[in-house]
């Protein structure tokens, strides 16, 4: 309990540095045009995420990795034109509405409360919400066997939120990342762990948890991942629709997803591959 409460301050500690850092020298890409005349393009990705935004040393991996670079490609950023800047769940809307990123492309559900602080080009994939539970867990099925139980989410996830709506009786851990939740399950601190499948299935397939976890496999929502943007930027808005539309034509869609999901053994839902809404 105690080592983990320090590791958990530690990667608080890191992140608050982190962001510090950017906002110094943030302003000038808040501002670009993005027709890419030499400058650099700042999007907001997870950096923990296995298969959907991961961060080993200098090299980023997943789809929302690939996604983010066909888009910024079509917005005139090659990809050495790309700074990733982590963006835990709770900080996205703040990231977009302040300039510190141009775009985040981070498991970023589209809902009508993050509509009022940001706008979303999209969906470019669809989700469901699941659960991670240890592999010998035979007790915990789906949603509705979570009844005196502790289960952990991230703050300001959408997870998080259905869980206090429709899930009575559990008892709810928020952590700032998902990462944090995958070694609490495993050192039992917790009893499960639950977000998106894209994301439970990148954690289950990594080398030191294959046969410690398992996803339960019994989505109980529907995430409809969008690209934020400043809100009211229709003219953005409109180059985004246009990139994810035409990565779905032309076979990079399937590409990245099957690059990315396919090794965690994840197949994408009903409804893949969406068409992205018009923006407004
Ligand atoms: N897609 C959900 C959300 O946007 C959960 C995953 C996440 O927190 O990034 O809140």
Redesign the pocket.
């Known amino acids: 309990m105690n080592a983990r409460r320090i590791g958990a301050a530690v990667v608080a500690t890191g992140l608050a540095v982190g962001l510090a850092a950017c906002g110094g020298g943030g302003s000038s890409t808040g501002s670009g045009s993005g027709s890419g005349s030499g400058g650099t393009i700042k999007i907001g990705i997870?950096f923990d995420?296995p298969g959907?935004g991961l961060k080993e040393g200098d090299k980023y991996t997943g789809l929302d990795v690939d996604v983010a670079t066909y888009v910024a490609k079509k917005l005139g950023y090659a990809a050495d034109k790309i700074q990733f800047v982590q963006s835990?769940?709770a900080q996205?809307e703040t990231l977009i509405s302040t300039g510190q990123v141009k775009l985040v492309v981070?498991?970023?559900?589209i809902?009508d409360a993050?509509k009022e602080k940001v706008s979303f080009a999209g969906p470019y994939f669809i989700?469901g919400?699941d659960l991670l539970v240890r592999a010998d867990d035979t007790a915990i099925t789906g949603k509705d066997s979570l009844k005196g139980k502790k289960l952990c989410?991230?703050t300001?996830?959408?997870?998080?939120?259905k869980v206090k709506k429709d899930i009575p009786d559990v008892n709810l851990q928020e952590f700032g990342t998902?990462s944090e939740c995958v070694a609490a399950l495993v050192s039992k601190g917790v009893d499960a762990l639950t977000?998106?499948n894209t994301?439970l299935a990148g954690y289950a397939s990594q080398a030191q948890y294959k046969g410690k976890l398992k996803v339960v496999g019994a989505p109980f929502s529907t995430?409809n991942?969008g690209i934020g943007l400043k809100k009211g930027d229709t003219a953005l808005c409109q180059k985004v629709t246009g990139a994810i539309t035409a990565m779905i034509s032309d076979g990079s869609w399937q590409k990245a997803v099957d690059t990315n999901l396919g090794p965690a053994g994840f197949k994408p839902g009903p409804g893949n591959p969406p068409t992205p809404a018009a923006c407004s």
């Open positions: 997870k995420q959907l835990p769940s996205r981070a498991t970023y559900s809902t993050r989700a919400q989410s991230v300001g996830s959408t997870s998080a939120q998902y977000t998106d994301i995430e991942y």
